[in-house]
């Protein structure tokens, strides 16, 4: 049996393994991380190891929160919450050891503590990585969905909150009754303005707990917003052996993986104060917003495309699927003639063509082996921010949608739960049934014109476009070319 990584294992792990220069001992809490998955502890945690190196104050440890599931905490609690990250190109790998993340509450098994977490003095900042579909609220929209069961129960059960809104409201509650100083909620998730999204969901529902603690919150609280990006696939076996041979034998449950690449531009409002994140890479700006728009619809439209259209081909992995020429020509292609334009203007001197072409080398990493299958989870919660706002954008402007509608083609055939192939896939998504029916409602009409028309008046996804001119004569035309053709057919004709 391996020896399990801890404390006492940092000394003697081979050299080449980077190791944390602050004193773990002296490290304080100061902020709660809700979502502590493989992106937090690849980014976050990450970057402010790197501040604490660079001598920040040692208040400034994380406590993460698992809102669903104890296999983080599980993981990290036996290692004292160490856990190592291993950076990954077709260049070779780096690893280093993470020791900023002091302890990992699971919500369901101890909402108490989490929400004495939120309520105490000493926390400064609560950040937030729950995927779209954590907000509950309705993506074309923004509005927080009062129906919700999770919704409705943390109404009703201050004591016992079930989602991140209800755990973030009721805390605040606590730490207004307190008397403790205002709190940063930092969204790190990938939404259009995500923190004024989340400030919209927190005063939503403090206004039907209490309309003081709403006005208190608004006065007192700082929600801004941020970009974040790197790379982080699912850890799978093979990273967890991987690891295990670069810490000498020393076993690591909690590993993950990421590319070297990392980003984060987060707007500079926090209410009592911030570690210097910039020793990590971060840059605090005045607006997050054109860095949120230029993320959101190059890479993140991007990799969505890739993923839809993946999957229907079966190319497992990004690097698999962009290794196909024709598929990479309609990246670059979707990205520069579709995409890029809509978010120039408010990137003046930003070199849009050398970010276009680094995602491609991103993409075609195949050290990572991201599974276009985990990409295309939560389409419904993911395209009204990736796709839908350029789609809207360039309909009033008059310009051409045809590689934008190829890829909502493909998600919309993906709805039918397997690929050409015949292989079948589960339909990972909050609106599953709905969209299961979607798509059953579609194919029983008789023209590809009808069946882009059902899909287009789907309101949670598509809001107003139900009623756009221009969208569902080329939604029709890319259904049929994937239905007749196929995905790599289809693509050698769209890029000749």
Not at 263 to 270: I, L, S, T
Request: proline share 6%; aromatic share 6%; glycine share 8%.
């Amino acid at each position: 049996m391996s020896e399990r990584l801890d404390s006492s294992r940092l000394a003697s792990l081979p050299a080449a393994v980077r190791r944390p220069a602050f004193d773990r001992v002296a490290l304080k809490r100061g902020i709660v991380h809700l979502g502590l998955g493989a992106f937090a502890r690849a980014h976050l945690a990450a970057i402010n190891d790197d501040a604490l190196d660079a001598g920040e104050a040692m208040d400034w440890g994380i406590t993460g929160v698992s809102l669903r599931h104890a296999d983080v905490r599980d993981a990290l609690e036996p290692q004292q919450g160490l856990y190592a990250l291993t950076l990954r190109d077709a260049a070779g790998t780096r690893v280093r050891v993470i020791g900023s993340v002091l302890e990992v509450l699971v919500a369901p098994e101890e909402p108490g503590a989490v929400l004495e977490r939120i309520a105490s003095a000493a926390t400064r900042i609560v950040s937030l990585t729950v995927t779209e579909k954590g907000y509950y609220h309705d993506p074309a929209t923004r509005a927080l969905r009062f129906d919700h069961p999770d919704i409705v129960h943390d109404l009703s059960h201050p004591e016992a909150p079930r989602s991140a809104i209800g755990f973030l409201v009721h805390g605040l509650a606590r730490r207004r009754a307190d008397g403790a100083p205002p709190l940063t909620l930092l969204s790190l998730d990938n939404l259009p303005a995500n923190g004024d999204t989340l400030h919209g969901l927190v005063i939503a529902f403090a206004e039907r707990v209490s309309s003081g603690l709403a006005r208190w919150i608004e006065r007192d609280c700082r929600f801004p917003n941020s970009m974040v990006d790197r790379i982080v696939p699912r850890t799978v076996a093979a990273d967890l052996a991987q690891a295990e041979a670069a810490l000498g034998g020393v076993h690591d449950a909690g590993a993950v993986v990421a590319e070297p690449f990392l980003a984060w531009a987060v707007e500079d409002r926090f209410a009592s104060g911030r570690p210097d994140w910039r020793a990590g890479g971060a840059q605090f700006v005045a607006r997050a917003e054109p860095f949120e728009k230029l993320k959101l619809r190059l890479l993140n439209g991007a990799h969505s495309a890739i993923a839809y259209l993946g999957v229907q081909a079966g190319w497992d992995t990004v690097d698999r699927a962009v290794a196909q020429p024709a598929l990479a020509r309609f990246i670059d292609a979707l990205l520069r003639d579709e995409v890029a334009p809509t978010v120039a203007a408010e990137l003046p001197g930003f070199d849009l063509a050398a970010y276009r072409a680094q995602l491609l080398q991103r993409f075609a990493n195949p050290a990572l082996a991201h599974r276009c299958a985990q990409i295309a989870m939560d389409g419904s919660q993911k395209l009204p921010q990736r796709w839908l706002g350029t789609v809207r954008e360039r309909l009033a402007a008059g310009a051409p949608i045809e590689h934008l509608v190829l890829a909502l083609a493909a998600w919309c055939t993906h709805l039918r739960g397997h690929d050409e192939a015949g292989r079948s896939y589960p339909l990972d998504d909050p609106l599953a049934a709905p969209l299961a029916a979607l798509q059953a409602a579609a194919m029983a009409r008789p023209t590809a014109q009808e069946r882009a028309a059902i899909f287009v008046r789907f309101a949670p996804v598509f809001g107003d476009l139900a009623d756009a001119q221009g969208l569902v004569a080329p939604l029709a035309r890319a259904l049929d070319a994937l239905a007749s053709q196929g995905v790599a057919a289809t693509l050698e004709k769209f890029t000749q």
